[in-house]
Nanobody
């Protein structure tokens, strides 16, 4: 059974920092591209950041130079370090893992989400 379990969300003041974690189980974590998406009320889910199996990273323009994604394959965990957060970063943050597997196609898994609220 595949599980992606996020943690680390909460309330943070503007300009503050937060670190999200996502622990995966039931998959060979190292062969998956993993990332963070977010969805604010009334908006579509959007990619925040992703890291590939070779460590290449991709960020949404709105979080570049503020957020850092990293992965620890030994711990089957992906992190999102959020610095200098802004009210517009308020959303539910979802962990995602995807991989194209021979003979099985694209496998795509999601966590349950963790709420991040940026407010003074």
């Amino acid at each position: 059974q595949v599980q992606l379990v996020e943690s680390g969300g909460g309330l943070v003041q503007p300009g503050g920092s937060l670190r999200l974690s996502c622990a995966a189980s039931g998959i060979i974590f190292s062969i998956y591209t993993v990332g963070w998406y977010r969805q604010a009320p009334g908006k579509q889910r959007e990619l925040v950041a992703a890291v590939t199996i070779d460590g290449s990273t991709n960020y949404a323009d709105s979080v570049k130079d503020r957020f850092t994604i990293s992965r620890d394959n030994a711990k089957n965990t992906v992190y999102l370090q959020m610095n200098n957060v802004k009210p517009e970063d308020t959303a539910v943050y979802y962990c995602n893992a995807k991989a194209l597997i021979a003979l099985r196609g694209m496998l795509d898994y999601w966590g349950q989400g963790t709420q991040v609220t940026v407010s003074s």
